[in-house]
């Protein structure tokens, strides 16, 4: 046995190399182990953003459903202001795994749920817009052009300059919501949902905050000719 531990040695140069060797040996399965941790890390965030922006995509779609029925019997489909909201977060709470109430009447997000690959609260900015004032959108039945909603606590009033509503309509989409002076330019060309969600996106190995995301996604009114 001794020979034999001698001969590796000078195989292996001398006692240096013959630890390094062994050092590398036990390295071998750590570094196998890391690689595929970062990418399967990386392949489970890249399948959540995903699952993040087809869920936004899908409630923006189901929101721009809801059509006003006499403005649709009248050949003018206009978006319920107040059905589009609930749908919306109806829809978006069902794909994302989040917690709802409707306590005051009207449904709203109040977090992820403990199966949600969401972490902490998610942030919402919803704004549906008909282009006009003909048809009523709201229970109180205020006519207005377009409705905003949001869940953020700092909150602020979006307001669209009356006298430049119709179509087409050049929004900016922000990280906090809209704007109508800079951001990513949006047109809207028939009554639309457009809505932007922030949120951080759960872990997959560690304790640590997730990371940020901002997504947004948008869906008009088609009408058949």
Do not use: C
């Not at 060797?21 to 890249?46: D, G, K, Q, Y």
């Not at 919306?88 to 403990?114: H, K, Q, R, T, W």
């Not at 199966?115 to 205020?142: E, F, H, Q, T």
């Not at 409705?147 to 669209?160: G, K, S």
């Amino acid at each position: 046995m001794k020979g034999l531990l001698i001969e590796f040695k000078k195989m292996s140069g001398n006692e240096s190399g013959f630890a390094f060797t062994v050092m590398f040996l036990l390295l071998i399965p750590v570094l196998v182990f890391l690689m595929i941790s970062s990418t399967e890390i990386a392949r489970t965030e890249r399948a959540t953003n995903e699952t993040l922006q087809q869920a936004l995509s899908n409630a923006v779609k189901d929101a721009a459903h809801m059509v006003d029925e006499e403005s649709q019997a009248m050949g003018e489909p206009k978006i319920d202001y107040e059905k589009a909201y609930n749908r919306f977060v109806e829809s978006l709470s069902y794909n994302l795994l989040l917690l709802n109430n409707d306590y005051d009447g009207s449904l709203n997000i109040e977090g992820p749920s403990d199966v949600s690959s969401i972490a902490g609260n998610l942030k919402y900015w919803l704004l549906i817009y008909n282009g006009d004032d003909k048809y009523k959108g709201y229970k109180d039945g205020k006519v207005v052009s377009y409705a905003y909603f949001t869940n953020e606590n700092d909150y602020y009033e979006f307001i669209i300059d009356e006298s430049e509503t119709g179509f087409p309509k050049q929004l900016y989409v922000t990280q906090d919501g809209f704007s109508d002076e800079s951001g990513i330019s949006i047109t809207l060309k028939s009554p639309s949902v457009i809505a932007v969600i922030t949120t951080n996106i759960n872990p997959v190995v560690s304790d640590k905050e997730g990371k940020k995301v901002t997504r947004w996604a948008l869906a008009r009114v088609v009408q058949k000719k």
